[in-house]
């Protein structure tokens, strides 16, 4: 598992263990994650997910999108996603590769190269079942059979990358799932930037649509297509998956996190803990922290 660190703003930072190579892969099993979720966020690169268990359930830009075991989803830049597992699966592991054009152009901006990657398309799916998808698939399990370190790693994930990309860009210039042109998307940002920064605060909807320009009626729309919750239910999911993530990283009581994370009645914050991870605050500490 890869811990996709997330600043202020969603965006997802520090991807690259090696910036002068802007390539990564890495497994993200999601019965480890906090309520087998990952937050809603975005980031500059391209991304590829390959389920190799079980199924998770994607909000992309506030379209929903299912991917079960086998099939592959690609991510433009920029755009919002969140995913969660399947309630119907018991696990779900993917393989997520994250990259940068630059990789195949670095020294060269204006090379040819990128108009592989000028598509508007916002995402693309594909099972791997089709006769042509099959070089692709097997591209892909190799891609998951790669260790870094391990002599020419860098030119062999340039390879496998490089197969799998010609694929998709074809499949784009059939049509893929268009980008609607993003106009939600930065008040969108803002807000989730205001909640990441004042979370431990008294956050009401008006200090929201002041920070994003935004109406009452815009705020909740908003919220509700790109993270299906309500602002308030978006602000308490994240306040309870900080205080989760405090009780595992520190020694601190279930109210201390509580409090820390922005709840000021303990006995509503176990509440809601209890409803949103199925356990109570000190069961959940205890049952993970024997898991790790």
Not at 42 to 52: A, F, K, M, Q
Not at 257 to 271: E, I, L, P, Q, T
Request: charged share 25%; hydrophobic share 35%.
């Amino acid at each position: 598992m890869y811990n996709v660190q997330v600043n202020h703003e969603g965006m997802a930072e520090n991807l690259f263990p090696d910036p002068s190579f802007p390539f990564y892969i890495f497994f993200e099993d999601y019965s480890a994650l906090i309520g087998r979720t990952l937050n809603c966020h975005w980031h500059p690169e391209l991304e590829l997910d390959y389920v190799l268990r079980g199924g998770v359930d994607f909000t992309i830009n506030g379209r929903p999108q299912m991917l079960t075991a086998g099939e592959c989803l690609f991510l433009n830049s920029g755009v919002l996603h969140t995913a969660r597992q399947r309630e119907d699966m018991e696990s779900a592991l993917i393989m997520v590769v994250v990259f940068r054009p630059s990789l195949f152009a670095k020294e060269h901006p204006d090379s040819g190269f990128l108009r592989y990657f000028s598509g508007s398309e916002e995402s693309l799916v594909w099972d791997g079942a089709g006769e042509e998808e099959v070089p692709v698939r097997l591209a892909l399990e190799r891609l998951a059979g790669l260790r870094e370190g391990e002599y020419g790693y860098e030119l062999m994930c340039l390879s496998e990358i490089s197969r799998i990309w010609l694929y998709a860009s074809r499949r784009m210039q059939q049509g893929g799932q268009r980008n609607d042109g993003g106009a939600a998307h930065g008040p969108v940002k803002k807000m989730l930037a205001y909640i990441h920064d004042h979370y431990q605060e008294k956050i009401t909807i008006d200090q929201l649509t002041a920070f994003a320009g935004v109406s009452r009626t815009q705020c909740y729309s908003h919220f509700k297509q790109y993270t299906g919750l309500s602002p308030v239910a978006y602000l308490n999911d994240y306040r309870l998956s900080r205080a989760a993530a405090l009780m595992l990283e520190t020694e601190c009581s279930v109210t201390e996190a509580g409090y820390a994370c922005g709840f000021g009645d303990s006995s509503y914050f176990v509440k809601l803990f209890r409803q949103r991870f199925g356990v109570p605050p000190m069961r959940y500490r205890r049952e993970r922290k024997n898991k790790l």
